[in-house]
């Protein structure tokens, strides 16, 4: 059974950094893509980062390129998403989830149900 867990959020002043965690387990951690997705109130989840099985390549979301870095830890089965200069608009609860085998990123796909999610807000 797969379980996503997230940490690591929480109230932060705008310009301020966080870096967040997400613990990993049910598939073999190193075959796949991960990815970081958020949701603010009243919008859709969407795609924020997202990560190659050997943690080489990586892909940002307009919105936050250039301000996070998201990383792995394959022999943790660990997903990390640091970010940094935060700003209002950063506001939103993050998920993790491995990604559709094939998807690509032009659309990327989540594989799995959504953990709890982490909560991140940032005060002007």
């Known amino acids: 059974q797969v379980q996503l867990v997230e940490s690591g959020g929480g109230l932060v002043q705008a310009g301020e950094s966080l870096r967040l965690s997400c613990a990993a387990s049910?598939?073999?951690?190193?075959?796949?893509?991960m990815a970081w997705f958020r949701q603010a109130p009243g919008k859709e989840r969407e795609f924020v980062a997202g990560i190659r099985p050997n943690g080489i390549a990586t892909y940002y979301s307009d919105s936050v390129k250039g301000r996070c870095t998201i990383s792995r830890e394959n022999d943790k089965n660990t997903v990390y998403l640091q970010m940094n200069s935060l700003k209002p608009e950063d506001t939103a609860v993050y998920y993790c989830?491995?990604?559709?085998?094939?998807?690509?990123?032009?659309?990327?796909?989540?594989?799995?149900?959504w953990g709890q999610g982490t909560q991140v807000t940032v005060s002007s």
């Open positions: 049910g598939r073999t951690f190193s075959w796949y893509d």
């Open positions: 989830n491995y990604l559709r085998p094939g998807a690509g990123y032009a659309n990327p796909q989540p594989f799995d149900s």
